[in-house]
């Protein structure tokens, strides 16, 4: 049987500056793949990444959840 090897993934997009956060929460929108308002990024939608969403939530938001459903 062939298995179904499409990803789902996450769009998100920044919303908020990180001038004046911490260290990790500017790391943490480095590695999804953010640096500036109004950048967005598609990630894979993993256990790993929603912890790192919800890390830095007030500074991003979800566009599209169901992009590679």
Same mark, same amino acid.
């Given at each position: #049987? +062939?298995?179904? @090897? @499409?990803? +789902? #993934? !996450?769009?998100?997009?920044? @919303?908020?500056?990180?001038?004046?956060?911490?260290?990790?929460?500017? /790391?943490?929108? !480095?590695?999804?793949?953010?640096?500036?308002?109004?950048?967005?990024?598609? %990630?894979?939608?993993?256990?790993? %990444?929603? /912890? #790192?969403?919800? =890390? &830095?939530?007030?500074? &991003?938001? &979800? !566009?599209?959840?169901? +992009? /590679? =459903?």
């Amino acid at each position: #049987m +062939a298995q179904d @090897t @499409t990803k +789902a #993934m !996450i769009t998100i997009e920044q @919303t908020s500056s990180a001038i004046g956060r911490p260290s990790q929460q500017r /790391g943490t929108l !480095i590695g999804l793949g953010l640096n500036k308002i109004g950048r967005r990024s598609s %990630v894979e939608d993993t256990p790993a %990444v929603r /912890g #790192m969403i919800a =890390k &830095v939530a007030h500074l &991003v938001r &979800v !566009i599209d959840a169901n +992009a /590679g =459903k």
